[in-house]
């Protein structure tokens, strides 16, 4: 319209640009901060430009850790991250995927039961459960594994609701033209209905990724060896002695290394991560 | 190749819905049958039946001498063409045609060269490597019967295949589906629920109403003597003038003629003229509105006359509304009054309830 | 809903969904009954004993001043999270979704935050404002703040509230972003030769259109507040100082973890139990899902 012209439109970009230097500064100060002297930053004297200990920082992060604290490279925590997330967003999607097919497309006694214990997961979120599903873990030897980290959170109503809606809308004659073809149940599936899902499936990856890389609570209790630590694990670690022995620099690191494959996904990947969400959400 | 026998073929759905009560339709070996009524009628469920898609509830359904009433969809050797074609979207053209061979194990060479030829015959051939979405509604068409004839099937079905193309392309493909089954020969089963098309498809037309057929054989014999009232006003456009009339006025006039109580005249079979033939029927009619098509023109006329005279002159009928086609575009003004008869040859006669077809 | 075309098989159904239902069986619906049947129990903190007390654990919840102050704390929170963010967050799609040049990059650079973890967060925010060596906070005792707040409890109060509205920013960004773009244009078009000038047409007409939106996030923000702040919390003040940032999750883990005090932790979970069935509940009832996107 009209009214969008000139000064409101000025307007308006000064306000997103505003927007986007608040959203951004916080990580523009860590990795300022992740390029600068400890002793320094601990003054409180950091500058607000980027240092020149780049390379030195992010290999003692990456390869050695900290020097004081948890003494874990990096890398091998972010090693452990990455298998959580792939495991929890794999493991997600097929069991749900599976599940929703036999819910949408068989008949069985039972069948609607199964559907609400599955849906009634949405309530039993992992923190009214903690200790209890700690204690069945511990239990089942599962502590400080990757099976103990990921198979407790890989159940998913919201995953399973998402793919019955996606098969609700599959035309029946799809199935008719598949049986007239000569196609059972798993040949039908796995030739026509996974195809079909493929994009759902791939939003679904971008968000359970981002999710699952994220976890915090769970890999915090169940991980007590340093070496199966997960990358958000181990940066609370990092900051938990004293003040004056955190180092900064490789905290601030980790901080950008943590966010970065994540981010990464969200940026690259933007088209499906914002269909996902929006998905998930329904 | 195959006959196809529906015998006393019912379904009930579990809620005790009756869809098909009762039928029985003998379709033999390379003829065209075609299953016309409105929607509801049951035609797509009979179809399906055939196809095994649903659940046959009781009777028999014999495609080739073997009853296959439990025997799956993929074993009854028939090939379906969909209303909305159902085509994997994610699969090439090429590839949708080859599922079903492929699924039967057939070896690639011969998958190969049968739908390569498919394709030639439905000049698919440029297009064999496109997905669905690539290609126009008529293309699309072409490639769900390609899907079926690759499998050289004894029997083919189709459900309402051209009720998702525009009118034009529907005529072009309505006639190609007829010249391509007229050379491979192959038993077809046709579900719509357009009188037009089932008419100019059909060798053998099973016009159906209610779950039951109401009348099967010959397209132009069914046009010519409908079974019911139902018939008759369901084949034919502009559709057949039914007028209720008491049985002595019917005798009085047209003579000899049972216990009808329906009169029924097509729109094509009155002639304007001052006249009124031997043992027909003539009736006054008030312009109420033209219709001008070019060719032809329909007049809608209505049968109200003026108060005082309520009762009907000799050969004439009570009021109501008349659809009078004739040809070329002259036509009288709107409001005059104008007299239309039909000859004694052209009169059909039905029972009061519209059920029976009175011969007299 | 029920799909008409199926097939016929009997096993192949439960094989399907075994798999699945055996995780939820075992690692959801088990522990949620051991948490129930734990918070009638009186359990010593070397686990040698119990004893069924039935709801003394509530019993002494409740009168535990503590426990009111968590919940009057975390719902505080809730609000004050949901309300700074999603008014940042409107402002921000409602400036997005004008005809601007570049409106794609500007959607790319508002709503990655959505993929930094809480405990980053957490880091990434104490770092800024940390009392002795954050960039921040050297501005702010420039302008005469008395900034700790390590040692100032409602100071760590309003660091939790920052940095959680930080995060979530990016989310209802989106949300929003998507609600305004469901809405044709032809009605702002309308309002327009109706005469409404701009800031009336947003208060007349976007507003109302977007209150399903509105609704459906402060409910997601509610939830998140309470469950997702956890991260930031432990990250950034343990719940400190004292228990000025202790919220009813928070209060979970510790009273179980380091008080040992299990049959409290349970019926706190039950608790929390109840509080998200009955936010689901809200969710599924009465947002009307459809017009948000």
């Known amino acids: 319209m009209v009214e969008e012209e000139g000064f409101r439109r000025y307007v308006a970009h000064a306000i997103l640009w505003i927007g986007i230097a608040i959203v951004a500064f916080p990580v523009y100060i860590a990795i300022v901060a992740s390029t600068q002297d400890n002793a320094l930053i601990a003054n409180g004297q950091m500058s607000l430009l980027p240092g020149g200990h780049f390379f030195e920082v992010y290999y003692q992060t990456i390869f050695v850790g900290t020097s004081g604290s948890t003494r874990e490279p990096v890398g091998n925590m972010m090693l452990n991250s990455l298998v959580m997330a792939l495991l929890i967003a794999v493991g997600k999607i097929a069991i749900s995927i599976i599940s929703a097919y036999a819910i949408v497309y068989f008949r069985f006694p039972f069948r609607m039961p199964i559907f609400w214990i599955i849906f ?127 180092e900064w620099p490789v905290v601030m690191a980790t901080a950008v290394l943590a966010m970065l494959p994540p981010v990464f996904v969200v940026v690259a990947m933007q088209r499906l991560f914002v269909r996902g969400l929006v998905e998930t959400e329904k | 190749m195959a006959n196809v026998t529906l015998r006393n073929v019912r379904k009930t759905y579990p809620g005790g819905f009756e869809a098909i009560k009762g039928v029985n339709v003998d379709v033999a070996d390379g003829q065209f049958c075609v299953l016309v009524g409105p929607s509801g009628c049951g035609k797509s469920t009979l179809l399906r039946m055939v196809a095994g898609l649903e659940t046959v509830s009781g009777g028999e359904i014999d495609i080739g001498g073997r009853v296959v009433n439990q025997v799956e969809p993929a074993d009854r050797d028939i090939a379906m063409v969909f209303q909305n074609y159902a085509l994997y979207p994610h699969m090439s053209v090429f590839n949708n045609m080859a599922y079903g061979l492929r699924n039967r194990g057939m070896k690639e060479a011969e998958v190969k060269t049968r739908v390569d030829e498919a394709a030639r015959v439905l000049e698919l051939t440029p297009m064999l490597e496109r997905k669905p979405r690539q290609l126009s509604g008529g293309q699309r068409q072409r490639v769900a019967m390609g899907r079926a004839i690759v499998r050289q099937p004894k029997v083919f079905l189709f459900d309402e295949p051209l009720s998702n193309l525009d009118a034009k392309l529907r005529i072009a493909m309505r006639v190609e589906i007829r010249k391509l089954q007229r050379r491979l020969s192959t038993t077809s089963i046709y579900v719509t629920h357009d009188q037009l098309e089932a008419m100019t498809l059909a060798d053998i037309l099973v016009v159906m109403n209610g779950g039951q057929v109401e009348q099967f054989g010959n397209p132009l014999a069914i046009y010519e003597k409908p079974a019911t009232t139902f018939v008759a006003s369901f084949i034919g456009a502009p559709p057949m003038n039914l007028m209720s009339m008491r049985a002595d006025e019917i005798k009085s006039q047209i003579g000899n003629s049972g216990d009808a109580g329906i009169l029924g005249i097509r729109p094509e079979d009155f002639v304007i003229t001052d006249q009124t033939p031997a043992g027909g029927v003539a009736l006054p009619l008030t312009v109420e509105a033209i219709e001008r098509v070019g060719a032809e023109t329909f007049i809608y006329g209505s049968r109200k006359q003026d108060e005082q005279r309520i009762a009907a002159n000799p050969g004439e009928l009570p009021p109501g509304e008349v659809i009078v086609r004739i040809p070329g575009s002259e036509a009288p003004p709107i409001g005059q009054k104008i007299r239309v008869a039909a000859v004694r040859a052209k009169l059909h006669l039905f029972s009061d309830d519209g059920r029976t077809r009175i011969e007299a | 809903m029920q799909k008409q075309a199926i097939f016929q098989a009997k096993l192949l159904p439960y094989a399907l969904v075994a798999p699945q239902l055996a995780i939820v069986l075992i690692f959801f619906y088990w522990p949620a009954a051991q948490a129930v049947i734990q918070s009638f129990l009186l359990q010593d903190a070397f686990g040698l004993s119990t004893s069924f007390i039935w709801f ?209 932790s349970a019926a706190q979970s039950v608790i929390l139990m109840v509080m998200v069935i009955v936010l689901t509940g809200i969710q599924f009832r009465f947002v009307e899902r459809k017009v948000t996107y």
């Open chain 1, 120 to 246: 009634i997961t949405l309530m039993l979120p992992v923190e009214v459960r903690i200790y209890p599903t700690y204690k069945i873990v511990a239990d089942l030897h599962m502590l400080d594994s990757y099976a103990g980290l990921a198979l407790p959170l890989i159940a998913s109503a919201t995953a399973t609701l998402l793919f019955r809606q996606f098969f609700m809308t599959v035309p029946d004659e799809l199935l008719e033209a598949s049986r007239i073809d000569g196609a059972g149940p798993l040949r039908f599936f796995w030739d026509t209905l996974l195809p079909l899902s493929r994009t759902n499936m791939a939003a679904l990856f971008v968000i359970l990724f981002i999710l699952g890389w994220n976890q915090y609570l769970w890999p915090l209790l169940i991980t007590t060896r340093d070496d199966m630590q997960t990358i958000q694990v181990g940066i609370r670690k990092m900051i938990t002695t004293t003040d004056a022995l955190t």
């Open chain 3, 56 to 264: 003394d654990n509530y019993i002494e919840l409740f009168q535990d001043p503590a426990y009111y102050e968590a919940i009057v704390r975390t719902f505080f929170f809730s609000f004050a999270i949901a309300v700074s963010s999603l008014s940042f967050a409107l402002l921000l799609a409602v400036m997005a979704d004008k005809p601007l040049r570049g409106s794609m990059l500007y959607r790319t650079l508002l709503i990655w935050p959505y993929a930094v973890a809480p405990p980053v967060v957490g880091v990434l925010w104490i770092f800024m404002l940390h009392p002795s060596l954050g960039v921040l906070s050297r501005y702010l005792r420039g302008m005469g703040v008395d900034w700790n707040p390590l040692l100032d409890g409602d100071q760590a109060a309003a660091l939790i509230i920052l940095a959680a509205a930080w995060k979530q920013i990016s989310y209802n960004f989106l949300f929003f972003l998507a609600g305004l773009q469901a809405i044709p244009k032809s009605v702002f078009e309308a309002a327009a030769i109706d005469g409404a000038r701009p800031m009336r047409r947003f208060w007349t007409v976007t507003f109302p259109l977007l209150s399903p939106t509105i609704f459906f996030l402060l409910v997601v923000n509610i939830v998140y507040a309470f469950f997702d702040t956890f991260g930031i919390i432990d990250t950034m003040t343990r719940g400190g100082p004292g228990t000025s940032t202790v919220t009813l999750v928070y209060k979970v883990y510790t009273d179980g973890l380091l008080g040992g005090n299990l049959g409290s």
